[in-house]
Nanobody, 119 residues
């Protein structure tokens, strides 16, 4: 069982920055693909950014050029640097860990951290 603990959310003005962090409990963190998802009120959860176990990254079109995902395998940590924040980035952000196991996906979620972009 992998436990994921997010931190770094909060209230920020439009144009500001926040850095989210997610610490995983498992020492084999490096074998997991890590991602950040978000869910705004009344909307479905959506992928924001993902970084594979090999370090490849993928971003939602809406955040390309503004958000950067990174991982530190030595510290079992994944970060999401969010710059030039917009009101539409307001959502609960969830950390995700997944890896393929025996033809299926083993998936874990954090509890979420609120990001509010407002003046």
């Amino acid at each position: 069982q992998v436990q994921l603990v997010e931190s770094g959310g909060g209230l920020v003005q439009p144009g500001g920055s926040l850095r989210l962090s997610c610490v995983a409990s498992e020492s084999i963190f490096s074998t997991y693909h890590m991602g950040w998802y978000r869910q705004a009120p009344g909307k479905q959860r959506e992928l924001v950014a993902q970084i594979t176990s090999g370090g490849n990254t993928n971003y939602a079109d809406s955040v390309k050029g503004r958000f950067t995902i990174s991982r530190d395998n030595a510290k079992n940590t994944v970060h999401l640097q969010m710059n030039s924040l917009k009101p539409e980035d307001t959502a609960v952000y969830y950390c995700n860990a997944e890896k393929p196991v025996g033809g299926a996906w083993l998936t874990y979620w954090g509890q979420g951290t609120q990001v509010t972009v407002s003046s």
